[in-house]
């Protein structure tokens, strides 16, 4: 039996559109031109905490952005990734009050691992939806534990099980969001491409991946739509003290202007009835979110064998952190250190 299950009573009508990464730190607008029920990664906690966790880059948004501006069509808070638990379980309870405060559904973190496995059920129409989500260590996630507040680990006979556990909840279709992939790397690794195809046939209906930064590939695995990375929605310039000590000082200041490549991400219009995916692309600028055309989704995935998959994610990944470290450079002329060098070699040899 998975502890912690919710069921949503409202009833919506129609499509559900899952969103990437937002970082509701500024006022913001999102300019839509329909009515569909909007899920999102809310990728860092809302809170006044001041206790950050220690040695790593720290996000938060102070004010409710997020509520402002999607209002009622935001129904469901993918919580599973690497920042959610930025601020502890202060930060985590006041991020969990407030959707709850504003009727927003929320899964994949809890205050220990019992209650992070909490898989959503939402009903839609006369079908019901199962999300569960997972976050991958590379991303340096804070994991829960008997008794301490986190995420889940990307862990297959886990996942498996929660599978089921929403199936005898009720779903009919089940979407397993994953926090996961390499930052600025318009490419899946080998690995990720392997075990996202694994969970499409172990049942995961629609497999929706954050994390990078930036869009990568999508394909249909045997009739199952597996986005691997669709981008951040709304991320704002960052320029923030982080890392800090057992003592609660900074020991550095991350510094990251979004670029072009940032501020674009897809969004994805699933129809539980069909099992059908419309996707469209969407431009975070100027405090203002902004949808295009949707059309339906087609394979974009190169295919061959996993050799030539890896072949593509090592120059991919080089290509990420070079166009990284050139643009860096350009709006901050200085000698590159010795970890820009090494981040460049070691994407190039890994797979």
Same mark, same amino acid.
């Not at 499509?15 to 990437?20: A, H, N, P, S, V």
């Not at 993918?78 to 969990?96: K, R």
């Given at each position: ?9 409202? *009833? ?9 990464? =937002? ?27 001041? $206790? ?13 952005? %997020? =509520? &402002? ?12 990734? !690497? ?12 991020? $969990?009050? %407030? ?12 205050? !220990? ?24 260590? @590379? ?7 008997? &008794? *301490? ?48 195809? *694994? %969970? ?7 497999? =929706? ?22 981008? !951040? ?28 490549? &940032?501020?674009? @991400?897809?969004? $994805? ?13 969407? &431009? ?65 040899? @890994? *797979?």
């Amino acid at each position: 039996m998975i502890a912690g299950y919710k069921s949503m009573q409202q *009833t919506v009508k129609g499509d559900l559109r899952f969103l990437g990464d =937002i970082v509701p730190s500024e006022k913001f607008l999102v300019e839509m031109t329909d009515d569909v029920p909007v899920v999102v990664n809310l990728e860092c906690p809302v809170t006044r905490a001041q $206790v950050p966790a220690p040695d790593k880059v720290v996000l938060k948004a102070e004010i409710d952005w %997020l =509520i &402002n501006a999607f209002g009622s069509g935001l129904r469901v808070a993918c919580l599973a990734n !690497n920042h959610i638990m930025d601020f502890g379980a202060e930060g985590f309870s006041d991020t $969990v009050a %407030l959707l709850e405060l504003a009727g927003v559904k929320w899964f994949g973190a809890g205050m !220990n691992i019992d209650a992070a496995r909490n898989g959503l059920v939402l009903r839609a129409g006369n079908r019901f939806m199962g999300f569960c989500g997972y976050v991958c260590p @590379s991303t340096h996630p804070i994991f829960a534990t008997a &008794n *301490t507040p986190g995420v889940l680990p990307l862990d297959l006979d886990m996942i498996r099980e929660d599978l089921h556990g929403l199936r005898d909840k009720g779903a009919h279709r089940v979407v397993v969001c994953l926090h996961w992939g390499a930052e600025e790397v318009p490419y899946p690794s080998p690995r990720d491409i392997e075990l996202a195809r *694994t %969970l499409a046939d172990m049942g995961a209906d629609l497999i =929706i991946g954050h994390h990078s930064h930036c869009i990568q590939p999508y394909e249909i695995h045997n009739g199952r739509p597996i986005f691997y990375g669709i981008g !951040n929605a709304v991320m704002p310039d960052l320029d923030l003290p982080s890392h800090y000590n057992d003592a609660r000082q900074p020991e550095r200041r991350y510094v990251k202007k979004q670029r072009s490549w &940032n501020r674009r @991400s897809l969004m $994805v219009d699933y129809t539980l009835e069909s099992g059908q995916v419309m996707v469209g692309k969407l &431009n975070y600028d100027k405090g203002k979110l902004i949808c295009g055309q949707k059309k339906v989704a087609a394979s974009q995935l190169l295919y061959g064998s996993m050799t030539r998959q890896a072949a593509i994610f090592r120059w991919a990944g080089f290509y990420g952190q070079l166009r990284n470290l050139v643009f860096s450079f350009v709006e901050r002329p200085r000698w590159p250190r010795l970890c820009h060098l090494r981040s460049l070699v070691m994407s190039k040899a @890994s *797979t």
